[in-house]
């Protein structure tokens, strides 16, 4: 390219610089006013000094991202991730004025707080007229319930931003707002701080050989990663000595198992086998030499986390999705249809995204089978399938009818229309 052609270039560029930065002071200065009328109406508005208005524009907050704590590995690409899953997050929520009308939450948090803690500043003393004015804010400024319900609202979706990109196999992450101007008025960076953590692998003994595996923790608001431990009490176990709180670690085997098995969001997975082991009361069944403990999602049971005690461990071993051969309910199903782990297998059953393909709750045979073997609680969880990470075709619920005609389970149930029992035991 000439110096001629080159120069036009760079003429062509800075006009387009140009252009876009009247743009976006035009949109500033249009929402300003919006926001203004919403809050007090045309007559408000009409209060307002221009050279006051034209002046928030130099003082803007910029707008609010995401950025990696300094030193920390958590790739560019990862950052880009967070912010548009943040602003994803942010759509169609709004911030309810006093007098009832609506301001969308992303205006609120650069134009709107731009306004309001430059409002905030005006000395009615040195300007009694502007005093009127200054009162339709009150509700809005640093000190107010508003603003305080904004913050905890703030951390909420960025705490939720994080779990939702959280994973045991990869990172895990803690933001820090206290820099930004909704915590830090004035504060002319408008930077959410974000610390990533990998979880630390571990060999531990499993019987006769060693296993990788994490050690139960999550990534604390004050960004330290934060280790948990737990009584062998609550899982069942009988201790000789004291029965004190061990540290817990999962098999990088039963992460694979629950992403295979249960397979939404991992952040999502990841923070309720969390919870699960910090409850004062930690549901479980004994089985044999090791604990079951109950795994729900939104109170509905999915399955169990097999725990065993290896000298002053708890160690997960795996997962078990409820239908699975292993679990109570696995093997009732079993028992009531005469089928095997391979039948499981062939009819994709043995996994949550599979078994919600079915639709089974709208099959009405299928849907007592199920509840009659003690799985009723998959049922309810059809709505998870948005958030399955592979998605799965929907299946046709009869070509499992059709498998299972000559099933035990069906064949009574034309006999009788009495409960099935088992084992002299009603499942009703």
């Given at each position: 390219m000439d110096r001629k052609k080159k120069k036009q270039a760079a003429i062509k560029s800075a006009a387009n610089v140009e252009q876009v930065r009247k743009a976006l002071k035009e949109r500033f200065m249009d929402r300003i006013k919006k926001i203004i009328t919403l809050i007090g109406g045309p007559e408000l508005l009409a209060k307002f000094p221009p050279i006051f208005i034209y002046h928030l524009y130099e003082v803007r907050y910029p707008v609010l991202k995401a950025k990696a704590a300094p030193g920390s590995e958590m790739s560019k690409t990862r950052i880009v991730q967070f912010n548009k899953l943040m602003y994803q997050l942010m759509e169609g929520i709004d911030i309810e004025l006093d007098n009832g009308n609506t301001i969308p939450l992303t205006w609120y948090l650069?134009?709107?707080?731009?306004?309001?803690?430059c409002v905030g500043e005006i000395d009615v003393a040195v300007d009694p007229d502007l005093s009127d004015l200054k009162t339709h804010f009150l509700p809005y400024l640093h000190d107010s319930k508003t603003h305080r319900?904004?913050?905890?609202?703030?951390?909420?979706?960025?705490?939720?931003?994080?779990?939702?990109?959280?994973?045991?196999?990869d990172q895990i992450y803690s933001a820090d707002l206290s820099m930004t101007p909704y915590f830090a008025r004035f504060n002319p960076q408008n930077d959410i701080i974000i610390h990533p953590?990998?979880?630390?692998?571990?060999?531990?003994?499993?019987?006769?050989?060693?296993?990788?595996?994490?050690?139960?923790?999550?990534?604390?608001?004050?960004?330290?990663?934060?280790?948990?431990?737990?009584?062998?009490?609550?899982l069942g176990f009988k201790t000789a000595g004291l029965d004190i709180p061990l540290p817990l670690y999962i098999t990088i085997h039963a992460l694979d198992r629950l992403r295979e098995r249960i397979n939404i969001t991992p952040g999502i997975m990841h923070e309720i086998l969390l919870l699960t082991?910090?409850?004062?009361?930690?549901?479980?069944?004994?089985?044999?030499?090791?604990?079951?403990?109950?795994?729900?999602?939104?109170?509905?049971?999915?399955?169990?986390?097999?725990?065993?005690?290896?000298?002053d461990k708890l160690v997960v071993r795996t997962f078990l999705f409820l239908t699975n051969n292993d679990t109570f309910e696995g093997e009732k199903l079993s028992r009531l249809l005469n089928i095997n782990k391979i039948?499981?297998?062939?009819?994709?059953?043995?996994?949550l995204p599979a078994f919600n393909s079915y639709h089974i709750d709208q099959n009405e045979k299928l849907s007592k089978l199920f509840k009659d073997a003690g799985c009723g609680s998959l049922l309810g969880l059809g709505y998870l399938q948005e958030f399955t990470a592979n998605q799965v075709k929907d299946k046709d619920p009869e070509s499992i009818l059709q498998y299972l005609a000559d099933a035990p389970y069906?064949?009574?149930?034309?006999q009788t229309d009495t409960p099935y029992e088992h084992d002299g035991l009603s499942i009703d």
């Open positions: 650069s134009e709107g707080l731009t306004l309001i803690d319900e904004l913050q905890d609202g703030l951390v909420n979706l960025v705490t939720h931003t994080c779990r939702l990109l959280a994973d045991y196999n953590f990998k979880p630390e692998k571990h060999q531990i003994m499993v019987k006769d050989s060693f296993r990788s595996a994490i050690r139960l923790s999550w990534a604390s608001p004050d960004q330290v990663m934060e280790y948990f431990n737990v009584k062998p009490s609550l082991f910090l409850q004062n009361k930690i549901p479980h069944r004994w089985s044999g030499n090791e604990s079951q403990v109950d795994f729900c999602i939104a109170d509905q049971k999915v399955g169990y986390f097999a725990v065993k005690l290896h000298g039948d499981k297998e062939y009819l994709a059953i043995d996994t069906f064949n009574r149930q034309l």
